[in-house]
């Protein structure tokens, strides 16, 4: 072994103290560095395809951070859904009312609190190239991903409609011409197991063949103490496979992609007055393990897919085709008032009346197509163009129970929508110098719905009463959509970046008329955006770091308002929001052992609309709010954007060491989310308190990566916490993921 000189000791004693001092000062992206090799700590390059091309991440003029490998395997250990990315990199939010389906994404603060499962979101999610575009869609396990890309800011050029605030792509694994897979089998608390893995054929010279999938169930981990309703609560079982098929030749190349999920459950659990009136604090008595309803609980998906991905190479320019179909069926009931009875014989607390709900969807099919050109030469001047068509077709039922007389049904609602949309679109990169480069581009889109509804059965009434014709909305709109960046390369580590985009997001309806005869339309929304950065190597490209300041405005910004005492949601237009920031990343290989990630985003967001006003909650919280024109609202104007904390931060630390002929390994990751808004409306109640979680792993590799061991824990510290409500009936409270931990083994060949 070479014995290091004196001032080559200090010279890296030197580097490590002056990585943790930027560290502390320049916080980064939460994204594992990706292994260094055996005799170097330079971070590797990260790529991404942000712009529909592989390019370096730090060439890309935009705010945007990935995940994959390590990070992702950490996050993910105990078998959590696709929310186990929120605040995992600035500016990223993410929740669910629905447990494991139905997410609900949030960027920069611009997202939708919308429940019903009709509801658009701005955030758009590619997985494999495909819009996902349902929220039920977009739920899909995390498993066998090469790498996640969080895009922060409209991408309304490339990505187009209903992006407004950025969008999240999914990469998943590719077949490659090797013989190759993993296994990796984690058992946890509550009898959790995580079962995951691939394997990777070559068939010939030209095909391959890639199987991979995850199993994950959880016992039963919430009781009802009770002799009615659901006894027992919070287990699940939830499966997803892909397979996919790779045929190349040296001009031609296709990815056949087919897909599955099918999660049985429960859905989320509704907690009657668990909130201390006129504080967000839960109450003394509260017990997670103990759930006393009189209603039921269930929630099942099953959803599948395939898509066709080909590309041509011809001189000068390549042709893309992504063919994509994807269908699902989801249906979730819940004791939505969170309790049992009604008036003096009710609990936990007063409850002044029952309310049962279940919502499904027997049928979603969304079928999209798009065709792209692009160069293919190095020359100065780089083009995309393509056409874009996508089409859904979706039933929403609603279904009301009569909880005191048996949780039978008792009402009945459908809706119906077909959601057609068209594009076309196209983006330039000029490099007018070595240093220097500028891209452009531009979409028209046009967007298309078709929505009935009908309350075939009134909750209360007979079935032949109570009824209602059928309504209709037909909402169209047009839009053109562009954006203008540049980056400029200072030297070989630093590069300068601007960007203006816009981003739209089409019309929307809201037809949840199983308690009222109420629909509403909200008009298109229209956001327009600036942001600047540097992205940089430094401590001889052992360390990266990224800077980005942000400022939007979103005109006609679509809102999801409550309705007070009805359990019933109305979408209104704001004249106008803005949001300005900064996001900040830093990763670093401190020295051969140690490695860190930090993150942190500043999102202050304001509702501009002094005229606006909602129906805030209908269960006497304490509101905050001035009262509005008309009695029983309040006006919203200055409040901060819902579920839109100010500050999101995150940190991760790896030691590792030589130990025999393996590396132990240990390191942590925390992630902090500010206090936010849970409504539109400000209530003493309903302002959820900011919350740090931990995570930790300890393992061993040895035999070359071949083989890992490790230990882990979520919410290590077990925080507890009010993070969403229920607002039109008593103060209904959902908490956080109690803490988990076990064990992981996973194998490579």
Partial sequence: MQKLSSHSVLKVQARSLIALAIASAFPMQSAWAQEASNDTTKLETVIVTANRRAENIKEVPMSISAIKGEALDTYNASGQDIRFLSARVPSLNIESDFGRSFPRFYIRGLGNTDFDLNASQPVGLIFDDVVQESPILKGFPVFDVDQVEILRGPQGTLF????????????????????????????????????????????????????????????????????????????????????????????????????????????????????????????????????????????????????????????????????????????????????????ATSGPGFIPFPSETADGLPYLRQITQEVRVESNTKDPLQWIAGLYYFNEKIQVDSFDYNTLGGNVLDGYAVQHQNAKSYAAFGSLNYAVSDQFKVRAGMRYTKDNKDFDAQRQWTPGKAISAGGTSILTENPSASNITWDLSGNYALDKSTNLFARVATGYRAPSIQGRILFADTRSVAQSEKNLSFEAGIKKDILDNTARVSATVFHYTAKDLQLTAGSGSVNQNKLVNADKAVGQGFELDLQANLNRNWKTTVGVSYNDTEIKDDKLFVAPCGNGCTVTNTKGPVAGTVLIGGNPLPRAPKWVGNFSLKYSTQIGAGTLYANTDWAYKDSYNMFLYEAKEYKAKSMLEGGLRVGYVWADGKYELAAYGRNITNKQQVIAAIDFNNLTGIVNEPRSYGVQFKANF
């Fill in 160 to 343: 187009g409609r209903n992006s407004p605030a950025g969008v999240l792509k999914f990469d998943s694994a590719k077949p490659t011409n090797r013989f190759e897979g993993y296994g990796s089998l984690g058992y946890g608390n509550n009898n959790a197991v995580n079962l995951e893995g691939a394997i990777n054929v070559p068939l010939s010279k030209e095909w391959a063949m890639r199987f991979s999938g995850q199993a994950q169930s959880r016992d039963d981990r919430v009781t009802n103490p009770r002799s009615t309703g659901e006894k027992n609560l919070e287990g699940y079982r939830d499966n997803a496979a892909r397979l996919q098929f790779s045929y190349k030749t040296s001009d031609f190349s296709a990815l056949i992609n087919l897909h599955g999920r099918d999660m049985s459950g429960n859905a989320t659990l509704f907690r009657a007055n668990i909130i201390q009136k006129g504080t967000n604090n839960l109450v003394p008595s509260f017990d997670y393990g103990t759930y006393p309803t009189d209603g039921l609980n269930t929630q099942t998906l099953t959803s599948s897919g395939a898509s066709l991905r080909l590309r041509w190479d011809l001189p000068g320019m390549s042709v893309y085709s992504i063919t994509a179909y994807d269908k699902a069926k989801f249906y979730s009931r819940a004791d939505v008032d969170g309790g049992y009875g009604v008036g």
